[in-house]
């Protein structure tokens, strides 16, 4: 997440807990409600980091997913059959 990175009154953004509003925002603290009512004091610093965990999260998830699988096939060399 950019450092400038502001959160706007009235805009919607996504924790895990789900989509929230953001309701007001006075210097580092601010109000958030959630589609389902629930209402919350909290401040800007905590729900930013929240953003930037899932963030890093979901990039990390994506880097597995294109990650080369490692082969499953041993690589010793068999054995000769016994005569």
């Known amino acids: 997440m950019e ?3 502001k959160f706007e009154v009235g805009a919607t953004y996504k924790n895990m807990k ?3 509003e953001v309701i007001s925002i006075r210097s580092n603290a601010m109000v958030i ?3 389902n009512g629930r209402q919350i004091d909290t401040t800007v610093e905590l729900q930013k980091r ?3 965990r899932m963030e890093h999260e979901k990039q990390l998830a994506a880097a597995k997913k ?3 699988k ?3 096939k041993s690589k010793a060399k068999p ?3 016994a005569k």
């Open 3 to 5: 450092d400038d990175f």
């Open 18 to 20: 789900g989509a929230f």
């Open 33 to 35: 409600r959630w589609d």
């Open 50 to 52: 929240i953003l930037e």
């Open 66 to 68: 294109t990650k080369p």
């Open 70 to 72: 490692k082969s499953t």
């Open 79 to 81: 054995k000769p059959a």
